[in-house]
């Protein structure tokens, strides 16, 4: 059935006047008030913090807005947790920007403030700071979250796509492409058997254990897959340290239920987006170690090394006559060995994955 | 996984290979047909493991690249008719047509375009939408065309009328014997392509073994099908036989899918049909027959399809006739690439060119691989 007015978002609730204030008071401030957000003010101000400051920003427009392994909320919440996380950095707070679609249903609203309560709690990263505007009637999808955070790094911690070192190992967290395939299959209304849900999940947990259980200097670089995907993101890294990635397809971890669905849409794996998962480049001495620590974190159970990055030029790739790629190529590639013990290079994705003929 | 790892087995992989190595006593070019075969030998590492006696070369399969860019333009026109959705397979949707325009420009600045995983999914947007016309256009050969033949029939028996399809559908086998015409092309063999053989059946490549002295052994898409189909061809040509033979029993039947081709039948007729880059090719089309001139969107709109050129300096046409290998492009890799395609086959994931681009590493260059 239809939501009545009371239950759907008007155009007044983002009009700064009486409903938008009961929207602060009966829904925001219900689920997400603390002492700093209920002030009320016009910005938060957090105490003095020992280190330097990281501060990160992203906005969520995810279709569908619910989904299995979480929601737009819990995606806005982890999403700039991670981000904060990738440097190192131990979040502190959270900023939420709302933009609401007029006519959407509050309860799905609440459903999703509750979501990003529930994300922030277990976290320990609370929101102190908010806004809302409300957009008429297809000028938006429903709900669109912006997220800012600001974290602290430590003195001594030193995290970066150009720290990447030849001799690294390349250590992901856990299976790929969950979230992504869980979203398309979502979307085209293709209803798969077996488990598809979204990774949904913040990694700062993990990454501080790593930071203080490794020797100094040993994590090198950290960077969440998100679009893209894991193939994006490792060509990232090969193009800011200049260095080449050899991956081993074998050895990534992917999910029986995410191959068979990629297998039936014609979907890679690694260009699919996840929303929970790190790449992490560690010395090749420590690999080990932090495997382990990994493997100790519910968020990095299924953790495997993948790879390793290697300096030098890349050879030339059998069977394309000899020809050698140009220079300008060379460096910053990403090679992965196929099961049955080919190589082939990976490239960045190019436009958004699409639905093929055949 | 099931029915897919086995078939990807590193050892049998290693096996097969050494059996191809041995079967291989001269030097031999082999067109795979289909863009699908041009992709798993890419993406499975498998083209930098064969004999370097084998030389690989890709085929006119890949439904999207061979889609002429005057039909392009003619889906361009329907996406900017008023209440028009048009529903698309997604590699369709990024293909630019003579002025470089895509369907994806064309939904930026408002036409109402979405992207589907089948014809039925199109149809049921024209249900959900009684108001609005909803036009599929119709690419691909004999595997996708039963589907769409299909979708139409129900269309029919559900007096769905607000449902329409472009046909621009073609068949196989009068663009190779076009290719084969010419002596230039070369090949001692055909990949033949398992999903378009297992509606046309083995059999239907009898004339090209006859005719054209070739070696045409059909394969699955598995490293290992494709390994025992190179295997089956190198010992044909080392033994100077030029026959049919199937690797891909498991989905590929001599006489192939008689009742698909039946419901091809009733809706579809042969017809003239343009390719890029191989131009106008007699019989090698379907067009909607008249008595379902009502789900034909090119009669029911009276469109005409608008003369065009191709994209100047592309030379698609020349690599899906097999004459050149993708880096011997100007274009490829410079002006050209997945993100901003100029011809179209660098446009599906399965085209040629997309192909080499994303797995092989190359850039563009001065070595063309000519006969």
């Known amino acids: ?358 | 996984m099931k029915y897919v790892d086995e078939f990807r087995d590193p050892e049998l992989t290693a096996h097969l290979l050494h059996e191809l190595t041995a079967a291989t006593t001269r030097p031999f070019r082999v067109m795979e047909v289909c863009g699908t075969h041009t992709m798993a030998i890419f993406r499975s590492g498998l083209r930098a493991l064969l004999p370097s006696q084998i030389e690989l070369i890709s085929g006119p399969g890949c439904p999207v690249c061979v889609t002429s860019a005057s039909h392009i333009d003619a889906f361009l026109q329907m996406a900017e008719l008023p209440d028009t959705h048009l529903a698309v397979f997604g590699d369709l949707f990024r293909v630019p047509g003579s002025n470089g325009v895509t369907l994806a420009h064309a939904r930026a600045r408002g036409a109402k375009i979405e992207v589907v995983y089948s014809a039925v999914d199109g149809l049921e947007l024209a249900r959900q939408n009684p108001a609005e016309l909803v036009i599929f256009p119709g690419i691909g050969f004999e595997t996708t065309t039963p589907g769409i033949a299909a979708t139409i029939l129900a269309a029919r028996q559900q007096n769905i009328d607000n449902f329409m399809v472009f046909s621009t559908h073609k068949t196989m086998l009068p663009p190779l014997m076009a290719l084969l015409d010419d002596p230039a092309l070369g090949i001692d063999g055909l990949l033949c392509p398992g999903h378009v053989s297992s509606i046309i059946g083995a059999a239907a490549y009898q004339p090209l073994a006859e005719q054209y002295d070739l070696a045409c052994v059909v394969a699955g898409f598995e490293p290992t099908d494709i390994l025992q189909a190179l295997i089956l061809m190198a010992r044909q040509i080392s033994e100077g036989r030029a026959e049919v033979e199937n690797a891909y029993t498991r989905a590929v039947t001599w006489e192939g899918n008689a009742r698909a081709r039946a419901m091809v039948a009733t809706i579809f007729a042969p017809a003239d049909m343009s390719w890029r880059g191989l131009g106008l090719i007699a019989g090698s089309g379907l067009a909607i027959r008249e008595e379902y001139a009502g789900f034909d969107a090119q009669s029911r709109l009276a469109l005409t399809v608008p003369e065009s050129k191709e994209p100047p300096g592309c030379l698609c046409g020349e690599i899906l006739k097999g004459i050149i290998a993708p880096p011997a492009c100007p274009l490829f890799g410079s002006r050209c690439t997945p993100s901003s395609p100029i011809g179209p086959c660098m446009v599906s994931s399965e085209g040629t060119c997309s192909a080499w681009f994303s797995y092989s590493g190359e850039t563009r260059s001065a070595t063309a691989i000519t006969n």
């Open chain 1, 1 to 358: 059935m239809a939501p009545t007015t009371a239950e759907t978002i008007l155009l007044d609730h983002g009009s700064g006047g009486l409903a938008s204030q009961q929207l602060i008071s009966g829904l925001f401030l219900k689920y997400l008030g603390n002492k700093v957000l209920s002030a009320l003010e016009d910005s938060a101000v957090m105490d003095n913090q020992p280190g330097r400051l990281a501060f990160t920003t992203d906005s969520y427009v995810v279709d569908p807005i619910f989904f299995p392994g979480g929601d737009i909320g819990t995606l806005a919440v982890h999403g700039t947790i991670n981000d904060l996380a990738m440097r190192g950095a131990r979040p502190l707070c959270l900023s939420l920007g709302l933009i609401l679609e007029e006519g959407l249903a509050l309860s799905d609203l609440e459903r999703v403030i509750i979501s990003i309560r529930d994300a922030s709690e277990s976290c320990g990263v609370p929101i102190v700071t908010g806004d809302t505007k409300v957009v008429p009637v297809g000028k938006a999808d429903k709900i669109f979250i912006n997220t800012s955070g600001i974290g602290l790094v430590a003195d001594n911690v030193e995290i970066s796509t150009s720290r990447a070192q030849a001799g690294d190992k390349i250590i992901l967290s856990g299976s790929m492409g969950d979230h992504g395939i869980t979203i398309m299959t979502r979307r085209a209304g293709i209803a798969l058997s077996g488990d598809l849900r979204s990774d949904s999940m913040a990694l700062h947990t993990m990454v501080q254990l790593l930071l203080t259980g490794l020797p100094p200097a040993s994590l090198h670089t950290l960077r969440d897959p998100t679009r893209g995907g894991v193939a994006t993101c490792l060509c990232e890294i090969a193009g800011s340290s200049g260095l080449m990635l050899e991956i081993e397809e074998d050895c990534i971890p992917v999910r029986a239920e995410v191959r068979a669905a990629c297998e039936i849409l014609g979907l890679d794996p690694l260009y699919l987006a996840n929303e929970g998962k790190c790449l992490a480049l560690v010395a090749p001495d420590s690999a080990d170690q932090a495997l382990a620590l990994m493997q100790a974190c519910p968020e990095g159970a299924e953790a495997a090394i993948i790879g390793t990055v290697i300096a030098g030029a890349a050879p030339a790739i059998p069977g394309s006559h000899g020809i050698r790629p140009s220079l300008a190529v060379t460096a910053g590639r990403v090679i992965l060995k196929t099961t049955i013990g080919g190589t082939r290079v990976i490239t960045p994705l190019h436009g958004a994955p699409l639905p093929r003929i055949c």
